[in-house]
């Protein structure tokens, strides 16, 4: 899985612009670990990667600010997570629908993070009664 790309794509589709990757190194050459930020739509979207590479680090922020889109919080992950994330398909239209219906159905003092994070509850929901369930990549 292309973590970064499928990112991009997600949100550049979403009407929200290319993520910007933020990325500080710290510690002697030898030693060099990398942390990374994804801002997208001027927020920070999950918990940030940190890897012994640039691109390690931008893969695993990727996959944590997708995981921040879809409304898992990195607490509800398991500690030895082994297995590959799941992918759900993007369909537009019935995304749309989803974020339509949250905000709708949302308290007046709601935040944009609640709304997306209902959102995304829904949609995954909606496709999974349809059988349009999450892909394993391995």
């Known amino acids: 899985m292309n973590a970064k790309g499928e990112l991009i794509a997600r ?7 290319a993520p910007i990757f933020e990325a500080v190194s710290h510690g002697p050459a030898h030693e060099r670990l990398f942390r990374v930020q994804v801002i997208a739509s ?3 979207l999950g918990v940030g990667g940190e890897g012994r ?7 695993l922020a990727a ?5 921040a889109l879809d409304g898992v919080s990195e607490a509800e992950l398991p500690e030895d997570e082994t297995e590959a994330p799941a992918r759900w398909p993007i369909y537009s239209g019935v995304l749309e629908a989803a974020l339509e219906t949250a ?11 609640e709304v997306r994070a209902d959102a995304a509850r829904l949609y995954r929901d909606l496709l999974g009664e349809l059988g349009h369930g999450p892909e394993q990549e391995g």
């Open 42 to 44: 001027g927020r920070v």
């Open 11 to 17: 949100l550049v589709g979403q009407g929200q612009g």
């Open 53 to 59: 590479s640039k691109k390690d680090a931008e893969r």
């Open 103 to 113: 905000l709708e159905l949302s308290h007046d003092d709601a935040t944009l993070d």
């Open 63 to 67: 996959e944590s600010a997708m995981r």
